[in-house]
């Protein structure tokens, strides 16, 4: 199964994009996904002039923006569909007036953005996420539930798959129709404070290299080679312990998640 191996560029979202497409391309990846940020070179506010500009130059490299980590604002919208970047990802944050309320304003927010999403021909990717988020990929699924599947995706996440307690085998068909992305990290849980006498304990996810998590990578690979999923695969970039540079890292989990899809 081939796909278009990407990275999360968020290590270096300061880089400019000849930079970027020049260092990602030579850690073997030939798609990115972009953050649209506030922090970032391409910002928010600026996205309509820099944007375009940003994603040829990445091209000129041989490197595909496959998305932005950004907002639904109508000027991102627009920035990607001048720059031709397909989707706009986002998560659903959960606020102190709990779940149910959270999930309602989330939803809200998706069908107000449904206009947006049809009219400038850029899809929305809602991701899961550990901790004050729509945490589980089937959470998500039924956030959606009702918008429309073609402007409306699913990002899945390897890493917060299994932090959820899923199996790749159970929640990937499921997903299946609505899946854009597929991201690929792992964790662990990992002890915050000695526990002592105490039952449990306090626990945290601490990000760790593919093979080492939770994480069941060639599970997740090989149900999406079963479904026929052609879609981005991207790798986060997301490591607990700094001692080792993202980019070592990075070029030994994609020749992992290569050898696990048989591309190696």
Known sequence: ?????????????????????????????????????????????????????????LRAEGVEVISVASDLREPVFAACREAGVPMIRVMAELGPDGYAASVRRARRRLEDAAPLAEGYGVQVGVQPHHGRYVSSALGVLDLLDGLPVQHFRVIWDAAHDALAGDDPRVTLPLVAERLGIVNLKNA?????????????????????????????????????AELGFTGPVCLSGQYSDPGVPVEKRLVADLAAARGAAGAA
């Open 1 to 57: 199964m081939t796909f278009l191996w990407s990275v999360f560029t968020k290590p270096w979202s300061t880089l400019p994009g000849d930079t970027l497409g020049r260092l990602v391309s030579g850690l073997g990846f030939t798609g990115v996904e972009v953050p649209v940020r506030d922090t970032a070179y391409v910002t928010p506010g600026e996205a309509g002039r820099l944007l375009p500009e940003f994603t040829a130059r």
């Open 188 to 224: 662990i849980q990992v002890r915050t404070e000695p526990a002592g006498e105490a039952v449990g304990g306090h626990w945290k996810p601490w990000f760790v290299p593919g093979p080492e998590g939770l994480a069941d990578w060639s599970a997740a690979l090989g149900r999406l």
